[in-house]
């Protein structure tokens, strides 16, 4: 096959890269670099099979040549990404959808859409089935993420009834690994870069909320499974096994050896208090689930940060 990435030099882009060349595919990739970093592709430089664009996606997009896959991941997709960067989430999420779809439809390529978890919000139902539509505020600071994903979700289904276009939608739960940014401000690349550094580590709230992590292989496989043979639903892949923050916390600085300590500060407006995939569908569907335990993760996780700090 021949496949498109949006978003290809961020975290998740450029495992997804990895993985369609390693099982011989070509990968046509797009990024703009507002999140994304050379440094994650710099590996592919000379793989015939691997050819970048700079480019950004919210404009029409042109590439030669047929194509059996575009796969959009470009989003900035952490806390900090979108509160610094409102507007390009808000656009990447509807015009850079919208372009991508049209891009899939001249090509008559498979579609599928990097949705979020978050598109269940601060969830009333736990754990989250995909048939669950969410508790979301739409003018909260998170709600430029969330609306950006939910509308994308719209429009790809809008897509799929109207033109009969093959679509898929993942929609992502917290996943971690290699490449993650240092100053991403996601949990986990947070708990881990302080404690390495022998900074305080801070957990929001009493840091009873929960949180399911995917090691990043075990999210990847998963993509590829329903790009393959899953279907127009939205479907769940993460990892059900829950841990609050601060279970998560502790691990760390087990993990590293770190003498940091743990503080406090205020939870921000409308942090989810639970967050825990149903995976029923992925299970029967794809036959996926994860498989890389917390702690083994965590460690080829802290390795990476620990050899780009130094």
């Known amino acids: 096959m ?25 990968v046509v990739g797009l990024d703009n670099f507002a999140t994304g970093s050379p440094d994650n592709i710099a590996h ?29 991941f470009a989003s900035p997709a952490s806390p900090r990404d979108y509160l610094e960067l409102p507007i390009q989430t808000l656009k990447v999420g509807s015009l850079g959808t919208h372009k991508a779809l049209g891009l899939a439809k001249a090509k008559g390529a498979r579609f599928l859409l990097a949705s979020t978890s978050e598109v269940y919000g601060d969830p ?7 048939g669950y539509w969410g508790n979301v505020n739409p003018i909260g600071p998170r709600g430029v993420y969330d609306e950006a994903k939910r509308f994308a979700e719209a429009m790809t289904m809008a897509y799929h009834r109207f033109h009969g276009m093959d679509t898929r939608i993942v929609r992502i739960f917290n ?23 022998g900074e305080p580590i801070t957990v929001y709230g009493e840091g009873s909320q929960t949180r399911s992590f995917c090691y990043v292989d075990d999210l990847v496989d998963g993509i590829v499974r329903l790009f393959e043979r899953g279907g127009c639903e939205p479907t769940n892949i993460g990892n059900p096994r829950e841990f609050t923050v601060l279970q998560l916390a502790e691990l760390v600085v087990k993990l590293t050896g770190s003498a940091s300590r ?14 825990q995939p149903d995976i029923t569908r992925a299970r029967e569907r794809l036959g996926w689930e994860a498989k890389v335990t917390l702690e083994a993760g965590l460690q080829r996780t802290i390795a990476d940060f620990r050899r780009r700090l130094a």
């Open 44 to 72: 592919l430089t000379g793989n015939q099979r691997f050819t970048f664009y700079e480019h950004n996606v919210t404009n029409f997009i042109y590439v030669e040549g047929p194509l059996d896959g575009v796969l959009h």
């Open 2 to 26: 021949r496949v498109l990435i949006t978003g290809v030099a961020g975290f998740l882009g450029s495992h997804l890269a990895d993985r369609f060349l390693a099982d011989g595919h070509a």
């Open 124 to 130: 009333l139902v736990h754990p989250q089935p995909e």
């Open 175 to 197: 996943t971690y690994g290699p490449r993650m940014r240092v100053r991403d401000g996601r949990v986990v690349s947070n708990f881990i870069v302080q404690a390495l550094r």
């Open 262 to 275: 743990i503080v406090r500060e205020p939870l921000p407006e409308d942090d989810p208090k639970v967050r």
